[in-house]
């Protein structure tokens, strides 16, 4: 699986990856492990994922999809960060 082999390359073969973000070519996020939205306008969208915060800028941003621990953000996408 391609997580298992991301943790092994980065010599982290043993740590849990809690939850992974995914950037698809500046025009959305995939985001799994959340817990829940913490705010979300049409520039900055904030999530919940294990011991970290995911946010997400840019411009148009609309959460297209949620559940299951699984977020969908679609538009502009300028900045991911965890905090």
Same mark, same amino acid.
Do not use: H, N, W
């Given at each position: 699986?391609?997580?298992?082999?991301?943790?092994?390359?980065?010599?982290?073969?043993?740590?849990? *990856?809690?939850?992974? @973000? !995914?950037?698809? #070519?500046?025009?959305?996020?995939?985001?799994? $492990?959340?817990?829940?939205?913490?705010?979300?306008?049409?520039?900055?969208?904030?999530?919940?994922?294990?011991? *970290?915060?995911?946010? @997400? !800028?840019?411009? #148009?941003?609309?959460?297209?999809?949620?559940? $299951?621990?699984?977020?969908?953000?679609?538009?502009?996408?300028?900045?991911?960060?965890?905090?």
């Amino acid at each position: 699986m391609f997580i298992r082999e991301m943790l092994d390359k980065l010599d982290r073969g043993d740590d849990f *990856a809690p939850y992974v @973000v !995914t950037l698809v #070519g500046g025009k959305g996020v995939a985001v799994s $492990g959340v817990k829940r939205v913490l705010s979300a306008s049409d520039t900055e969208i904030r999530l919940s994922v294990p011991r *970290a915060v995911v946010k @997400v !800028t840019g411009e #148009g941003l609309s959460l297209a999809e949620i559940g $299951g621990g699984d977020a969908y953000v679609t538009g502009r996408v300028v900045g991911v960060e965890a905090q």
